[in-house]
């Protein structure tokens, strides 16, 4: 049996999109999936997503690749595009663009042959892309006269909208609604916090990405307490259990010393695979079902954990090392990281199971 295994669930991906339907009745959904859907997929999650009204992809070759599977659903490239090939080949795919600056209006206006819609992007204080809010009436009505251009449509990016009442997300969403107030033009505001904390930030479309893949982007609440189910448990079996005496150490630079007679379970999975070297002692696990913690330094291929509370634990037992029973947003404190990051960092040997085909 091969292991570690990346199983993955298209009914959770399914009723993660139903949670975020409820929240924001009113609006359209852009599902972002950039990233490979966060680690989980791009195919098969646009396949388990098929309901979504469009797709959000970072790069043009994650919209080619679903394409060339077969999605013909709207997809908005989330960065644009830089080149006049790009362009060329968003055109003949006919992908949705985000405008974030006027060299890229130049580059609509210098084209001809097909319509894009577009997104306008309003920089409100991310400042990472988006036009200022002194280039943006200049660069709406440059692009609402431009030949190429069909559809207009005007975006923002929150920067912390997981800090509910925060001073910053509020003066963006005002911001924001104050310099498009009257343009009758399509508005999208809120990725997956925006969504769940700031209700006036739901506007006609809405971006989830997170939320969708069942991790909570809020502190202090797991996904669980929001009505979302994990998309993604990365589980291994124990392949030894050693007995380790009080004051010895286990692993690398013996990091972890036991603080009585235990015993240690090795798993078979490290940072090759994707469960990440900075994990540190006390991150939480399953193993059989039963809490444990590991210890001590991740390897390669092999991660330590403390069994010594895990009744008749066993070589061959099952491991979770999240997911399932361990919320991604749990482990990644331990990593000094994010859960977008343990996610999309598993790497190409770990086998990945659509749940439907595991049986």
Request: charged share 20%; net charge neutral; with cysteine.
């Amino acid at each position: 049996m091969s292991f570690p295994t990346a199983t993955l669930d298209g009914d959770a991906l399914r009723h993660n999109l139903a949670a975020v339907r409820r929240l924001a009745a009113s609006s359209r959904v852009m599902a972002v999936i950039k990233a490979n859907a966060y680690g989980h997929g791009i195919v098969e999650a646009a396949r388990a997503l098929a309901s979504a009204d469009a797709f959000g992809v970072a790069r043009i070759v994650e919209g080619l690749t679903l394409r060339a599977e077969g999605v013909t659903a709207p997809i908005v490239l989330l960065e644009g595009v830089f080149s006049a090939d790009e362009l060329q080949q968003a055109a003949a795919n006919d992908f949705e663009l985000v405008v974030h600056s006027l060299e890229q209006v130049a580059q609509l206006e210098q084209s001809g042959g097909h319509r894009f819609d577009v997104w306008l992007k309003l920089n409100t204080g991310m400042n990472r892309l988006g036009v200022t809010p002194q280039q943006f009436d200049t660069a709406r009505q440059r692009l609402q006269r431009c030949a190429a251009v069909g559809r207009v449509r005007l975006m923002t990016h929150l920067f912390g909208a997981e800090e509910a009442g925060g001073a910053g997300t509020r003066s963006q969403i005002g911001h924001f609604l104050s310099l498009v107030s009257g343009l009758n033009l399509e508005r999208s505001i809120a990725n997956s916090a925006g969504l769940l904390v700031w209700p006036e930030a739901r506007t006609e479309w809405v971006r989830p990405g997170l939320m969708l893949y069942g991790i909570s982007p809020l502190p202090h609440r797991d996904a669980g307490s929001l009505g979302l189910r994990p998309a993604m448990t990365l589980t291994t079996r124990l392949i030894a259990v050693q007995r380790v005496l009080t004051g010895e150490g286990v692993g690398y630079n013996a990091l972890w010393r036991a603080p009585r007679d235990s015993l240690i379970g090795i798993a078979a999975i490290g940072y090759g695979d994707g469960y990440a070297r900075n994990v540190r002692s006390g991150a939480p696990v399953l193993v059989n079902g039963h809490p444990a913690q590991v210890a001590g330094r991740v390897s390669m291929d092999m991660t330590a954990i403390d069994v010594s509370d895990v009744p008749n634990a066993k070589i061959g037992d099952p491991v979770v090392l999240w997911g399932d029973g361990v919320p991604a947003e749990k482990v990644a404190p331990y990593a000094d990281t994010i859960a977008y990051e343990l996610v999309c960092g598993i790497a190409q040997r770990v086998t990945r199971v659509w749940k439907a085909e595991a049986g």
